[in-house]
């Protein structure tokens, strides 16, 4: 028999795998929507700074395009 503290320890266990599994399903999910939606996967840029405003703004707009919805799609 498993003692009560090995088996709270693989609940817990379990409930974290699968909340690791939600969050790497969603970051997969949004990555993919911003290189279909805003080309991520070809950027252009020459330096790291660029890189890393390009992608903010990207990211923003995709956050910004979930909040704000157009008066024909209500």
């Known amino acids: 028999l498993a003692s009560a503290s090995a ?3 693989e609940e ?3 409930w974290w795998l699968q909340l690791l599994r939600r969050i790497r399903k969603r970051i997969e999910t ?3 929507q911003l290189e279909y939606h805003f080309g991520l996967a070809e950027t252009r840029t020459r330096d790291v700074w660029h890189l890393t405003t390009q992608v903010t703004r990207k990211l923003l707009a995709h956050t910004n395009r979930g ?3 157009s008066p024909t799609r209500a």
């Open 12 to 14: 817990t266990s379990a």
């Open 30 to 32: 949004v990555s993919s």
């Open 67 to 69: 909040l704000v919805q």
């Open 7 to 9: 088996q709270k320890h």
